[in-house]
């Protein structure tokens, strides 16, 4: 009797092993997830894919003028750490869906509170919605993709392709306030001033076209401290020059030159040779 019982109970162990196993399969649209930093911002897209498979995209699988999840399977959601602009239109920091209305001539751009992942779009819920011009691509693109690309200090374009067609959409980011913040607490104890951070705080002075002198009082301190790190002498020349006192800069970037040339480092040399030309013609 014993025996029996145990044999029934292995045989519905394995029955509910057995039915608990599940098979994995290829996605037909696979999910994506993107992570970028614009500026200081982190951004996180998550998406799935679909491919065109011999189909259209827009006007096919996708109808012109209903609203669209942006992808297959639930909605696209974009997420950022702070508060960010989309082509002019401010955007506090956090998570939203990301629907559009696909248009022959025009997209219409859906950005929604909603949290549920639902493909289906609950206007009740719409933080904004804003209006785009589609681009003809050259060459097709099978997998549906969204990407960043042409980053400056402060911005990029957030991509949409898919088959024939780009939408551009302008990410805008406002770092200059949390950076300020970063320097002024860097800067509170100078004796503990590491020269990165002088040399980072001077080169984005520099960047900005913010106070030169005082960009050029801490990379003073940064070379100081490093005394071989070329790339911050290369800096120091370039505040000089932006400062009108080329001379200076001049001798600064064939010192920046000479250490790089120690290193074996081409690419600084080549910069530092280039920078002395045109601040000849300057100087004259």
Known sequence: MKKVIFGLALAGLLFTT???AQIQTPQPSPAATVQQ?????NFTVTYSRPGLKSRAAFGGIVPYDQVWRTGAN???????????K???????AGKYALFTIPGKDEWTIIINKSQTGSSELDASQDLIRFKVKPQMLAAPVETF???FNEFTSTSANLDLTWDKTLVRIKVTTEPDTKITEQIKKA??????AAAQNYFQSASYYLETGKDL?????WINKAVEIRKDAFWMTKTKAEILAKLGKHKEAIETAEMSKKVATEAKNDAYIKMN????????????
């Open 37 to 41: 930093v614009v500026g200081i911002t």
């Open 18 to 20: 057995d039915a608990m």
């Open 187 to 192: 800067m509170a104890n100078p004796l503990g």
């Open 213 to 217: 002198n005082q960009a050029l009082e």
């Open 86 to 92: 989309l082509e002019g239109n401010e955007i506090p």
């Open 145 to 147: 993709t969204i990407g």
């Open 273 to 284: 040779d280039d920078n002395i030309n045109a601040w000849k013609k300057l100087a004259k």
């Open 74 to 84: 639930a909605s696209t959601f974009v997420t950022f750490d702070d508060k960010v």
